[in-house]
């Protein structure tokens, strides 16, 4: 993962300030992670792959599926539903059973930032600025703790 957000970085140049990427590089290379167990993971878990059926909740789109680091599909719910709605944070993780706890702070830390980066050169690469904008505000969040 180290690696990918590296190469997510050196194609970040031009979208991100020099010292944004600094600061990334900074912080990436205060990670360590260690051996992280990999489990099946949705890639695009978010509401607009949720459907609401006679009360129950499906999810739908498993086209990014695979396996990955459990917090992967946190990331985004972070950065998207959860950042101005902590009480619906609260809410998912007291039904998931678990919250990233502190010995998880480097696997947090490296998915945020892949992400982060990640989201800004795709979406770049696709002409959403928009979406580009979104990236760039999971880097301002990432490097500011939040």
């Given amino acids: 993962m180290a690696t990918k957000t590296r190469a997510w970085m050196d194609r970040a140049h031009g979208l991100l300030t020099e010292t944004d990427l600094k600061r990334l590089s900074r912080e990436l290379n205060?990670?360590?992670?260690?051996?992280?167990?990999?489990?099946?993971?949705?890639?695009d878990y978010q509401p607009r792959n949720w459907l609401q059926e006679n009360g129950q909740i499906k999810v739908i789109d498993f086209g990014r599926a695979e396996k990955r680091p459990w917090v992967h599909d946190l990331v985004?719910?972070?950065?998207?539903?959860?950042?101005?709605?902590?009480?619906?944070?609260?809410?998912?993780?007291?039904?998931?059973?678990?919250?990233?706890g502190p010995a998880e702070a480097d696997l947090w830390g490296l998915e945020n930032l892949n992400q982060a980066v990640g989201t800004v050169?795709?979406?770049?690469?696709?002409?959403?600025?928009?979406?580009?904008?979104?990236?760039?505000?999971?880097?301002?969040?990432t490097l500011s703790g939040r």
């Fill in 30 to 43: 205060g990670l360590n992670p260690g051996t992280v167990p990999m489990v099946a993971t949705h890639g």
């Fill in 76 to 100: 985004r719910l972070t950065h998207q539903q959860f950042v101005h709605r902590p009480d619906l944070a609260e809410a998912f993780y007291a039904s998931l059973g678990r919250t990233v």
């Fill in 121 to 141: 050169v795709w979406a770049h690469q696709l002409g959403d600025t928009a979406f580009e904008q979104s990236g760039r505000e999971m880097v301002d969040r």
